[in-house]
């Protein structure tokens, strides 16, 4: 009589799949210094906090250079992450985010620290300096006008428009209905609106 072999693949994969730590475990055992599991968070988030970096960043090599900069802060930090106050993708996105905004924000000081000094070296066009004192202006307009939203408008609109991130996923990475995101964008558009004085 021929014995009945169990098929394995099934129930081997099923329980590969309950046996593989979330990123929030992997995180805590980051915090304990385990390389295996810093090495699995890894594989398994790098290709998101790249692309959001390279979307913000646009050059390639400096969103690597920023998202080496994210895991090596990862490695450092991992003991402050607080599981209570969101699950470990939104952490790592939000500080990768963040990464990527003071790198732009670093150009921007050099480019204005280039800028003095070519302005200091070289007689302007009355109309080019006209031009970048405008968007010098607009820029802090803009500036002053986000810091006049709420903490969740910012990070709704901040992860919307400058993100690129859909109204879902926002939802997702903030962990809130995608009503709630909805209402956080439209409040914030207006009061954008109104704090730089444009007509809706």
Known sequence: MLETVPRQSDSDQDAASAEKPSKEELLGRVAQGDQ???AALYDETASRVLGLVKRLLVD????EEVTQEVFLEIWQNAKRYEPAKGGASTWILTMAHRRAVDRIRASQAGR???MKIGIRDFVAEYDNVSHEVEVTIEHERVKQAMSQLTELQRQ????AYYGGYSHSEVSAMLKVPIGTVKTRLRDGMIRLRDELGVSS
Do not use: E, M, P, W
């Open 156 to 159: 709704a609109v901040t992860l």
């Open 36 to 38: 295996v599991a810093f």
């Open 112 to 114: 204005n620290r280039d």
């Open 60 to 63: 390639h090599s400096q969103s």
